[in-house]
Structure formats: C-alpha cells, structure tokens
C-alpha cells in the first residue's frame, strides 16, 4: 500500500518516549460520501491548530500522511499524545464496498506504523503498542473520546475482530524488490496473477520496487 505525503508542515515538539499508535475515525456522521477523506483532510489542514494527526485512511483505502511520526501530534489529549509515535483517523463512509478498502488500509496502517516504532502489534494492552481512543479516555483520561468503536461496530467489526486482525493481519504481504513480477509472485506464493491483481486493485501487470502487494 502507498502512503501519500501531504505534509501541513507545522512545527511539531519531540515525544517524552513512544509508547502508542492511536486508532481514531472521524466521529462525523454528517461526512460519509465519495469525498469524506477530501474534507476531513482540508479541516484538518485548515484547523491543525486545534488539533491533528499524523495520517488519514479513507475514500477506498487511501492513505495520507499529513504530520511527521515519532513527534507529537495532538488527537489523544494531553496525556497520550506526548507518547503517541502517530496517530490515525478513519474517514468515515456509507458504502460497504469503501468501508472495506478502508478497514484494510486502516489494519496494514497501524501494524506498519507500530513495526516502525519497534512497538507491539497488540491493541489495548497494558503496556505499549496499539490504542484506541476510547483506551485512553479510560485508562489515561485527559479526554473523553470513545472512537473507534462504534462506528466499526457499525459496519459489524467488534473491538475482539479488531484486536484479531491487528495481531495477526488480514492478509499476507510482500514487499517489491527488483526482479518480482506478477507472475513469480504468484508461483511463490501459490496464487494466479488474475487473484494477485483483484487483491491489490491493479489493472495493469506491473509493480514498482518498494510496493507492498497483498499476496494471501
């Protein structure tokens, strides 16, 4: 998956120490169509001040990197976010086709983010690793946010699916390097490329070095 950069580029203060990757959604339920990404990034941008993240995932499992990681970032209230490496908004939809990109995007997201920290892929733990909001109003106070889980729970992805799919990811996945091809793609990991090409949304047979392609 591909992480665009439009970086604010707000100056941002050094983190106490990495301790979170903080899961959110947007929390509008008056913004749920083909251009809900689009408008919560330009709030965002236009009112960081007040607060923001590092990343946005919505709009068919697009990924937006708007604030640098491993700085602090203001989403998770005072006493999470100067332990919080990145934080990550879900843009909310109404179509069950998007949601499901999104939630894709949304899990590859946060266990790359916490792989990157050298935190746990575990989803409210005790110690370190991955967060949701409503974690840190009930356990670190200093807000009263209950995200994400309603609104997955809305689309029939409990809190117990959530912490699956985190620790163990939906999917299998590969890294381009020089020489991979859909076709020795495919015999690695006993697929076809017409498989390899649905899972990935790709229309054409090519792929770039550094890519991440969903293989199982």
Not at 88 to 113: C, G
Not at 154 to 180: C, N
Not at 182 to 196: F, K
Not at 197 to 211: A, M, T, V, W
Request: aromatic share 8%; charged share 20%.
């Amino acid at each position: 998956m591909n992480i665009e950069k439009q970086l604010i580029g707000m100056a941002q203060t050094p983190l106490i120490e990495s301790r979170y990757i903080i899961a959110h959604e947007s929390g509008n339920p008056n913004n749920v169509w083909a251009n809900s990404l689009a408008n919560e990034l330009n709030y965002m941008k236009r009112n960081w001040e007040n607060a923001f993240v590092s990343h946005w995932v919505g709009g068919g499992g697009r990924i937006v990197q708007i604030a640098r990681t491993g700085l602090v970032q203001w989403g998770a209230g005072p006493r999470a976010n100067p332990y919080s490496y990145a934080q990550v908004e879900l843009a909310r939809t109404n179509d069950r086709p998007t949601f499901e990109k999104d939630y894709a995007a949304f899990i590859w997201l946060l266990r790359h983010l916490a792989d990157e920290a050298g935190l746990p892929k575990s989803l409210n733990g005790s110690g370190k690793g991955i967060k949701t909001h409503r974690w840190v109003s009930e356990n670190l106070g200093g807000t009263n946010h209950v995200d994400p889980d309603g609104y997955l729970k809305s689309w029939g992805v409990s809190m117990v699916q959530f912490k699956k799919d985190l620790e163990k990811s939906l999917h299998k996945l590969h890294l381009v390097v020089r020489g991979d091809t859909l076709w020795s793609l495919s015999r690695r990991y006993n697929t076809s490329v017409a498989v390899l090409k649905s899972l990935n949304g790709l229309k054409s047979d090519r792929i770039i070095i550094g890519q991440i392609l969903k293989v199982g």
